[in-house]
C-alpha cells in the first residue's frame, strides 16, 4: 500500500511508455491513482492504494502484452516492491457501468511523450466505486464526500440518468442508500 502523490506518476509514465504496447497512446486512470492525480490535496486515505488500474484506450488488452505488464510493473514484480505498489492493466469492461459522458469529464495528463493518462472525474470514479459496492469501496465514497470534491446531488444524477441493466442500476441504489 502506497499513499500516491504525483510525483509516483512522474516516475511511472515513462515506465508505462516502455512496458505498455506500441500503439497504446492513451490509457484511462482509475481509482485512487486518477484522485492522486487530480486531487493531490485530498486525505492520504483516499490517495492509499495497492494498485495503479489502467485501461488502454482503443487497444485491445492482448494476453502478451498483459503478460509483459504484469512481469514488469504488476503485483509480485521488482517495482511493486520498490515502489509498494503495482499496476493492474484491466480490460475496458471495467468501465462499462460508468455514467454516459464519462469520456468527455476526463482530464488529460502527459504521462510520458507519447503516453497520455486520461483520469477519470471523481464524480465517476465514486460511482464505479459504488457499482463495485465492497465495504472499502463505500467508505472510500463517504470519505471523497466528506472533502466536497463530489456531492451526493451530481451521484444521483448521474445515476438517474445510467442506463445501466436493472440488477446493476439496484446494486449502485443499494450503494447510494448506504452512503446517505
Known amino acids: 500500500m502506497k499513499e500516491l502523490t504525483p510525483a509516483d506518476f512522474v516516475e511511472l509514465g515513462p515506465l508505462l511508455r516502455r512496458f505498455l504496447p506500441v500503439a497504446v497512446k492513451e490509457i484511462w486512470i482509475m ?3 486518477s484522485a492522486a492525480l487530480l486531487h493531490p ?4 486515505t483516499l490517495r492509499t492504494s495497492r494498485d495503479v488500474d489502467v485501461v488502454p484506450v482503443g487497444v485491445p488488452v492482448l494476453h502478451f502484452d498483459a503478460a509483459i505488464m504484469e512481469r514488469e510493473l504488476g503485483e509480485d514484480s521488482a517495482f511493486s516492491r520498490e515502489n509498494l505498489f503495482f ?11 460508468t455514467p454516459p459522458g464519462w469520456q468527455e469529464r476526463v482530464t488529460v ?3 510520458a511523450p507519447g503516453l497520455e493518462g486520461r483520469c477519470l472525474d471523481p464524480h465517476d470514479v465514486a460511482y464505479n466505486k459504488l457499482w463495485a459496492g465492497r465495504p472499502k469501496d463505500i467508505t472510500w465514497v463517504k470519505d471523497l464526500l466528506a472533502t466536497g470534491i463530489i456531492s451526493l446531488a451530481r451521484l444521483e444524477e448521474l445515476h438517474q440518468s445510467n442506463p445501466i441493466a436493472k440488477d446493476e442500476h439496484d446494486k449502485v441504489s443499494r450503494s447510494l442508500l448506504s452512503i446517505r
Open 41 to 44: 490535496e485530498c486525505p492520504a
Open 109 to 111: 495528463i502527459e504521462l
Open 31 to 33: 481509482g485512487s491513482g
Open 87 to 97: 499496476v493492474d492493466y484491466v480490460t475496458p469492461d471495467l468501465l462499462r457501468c
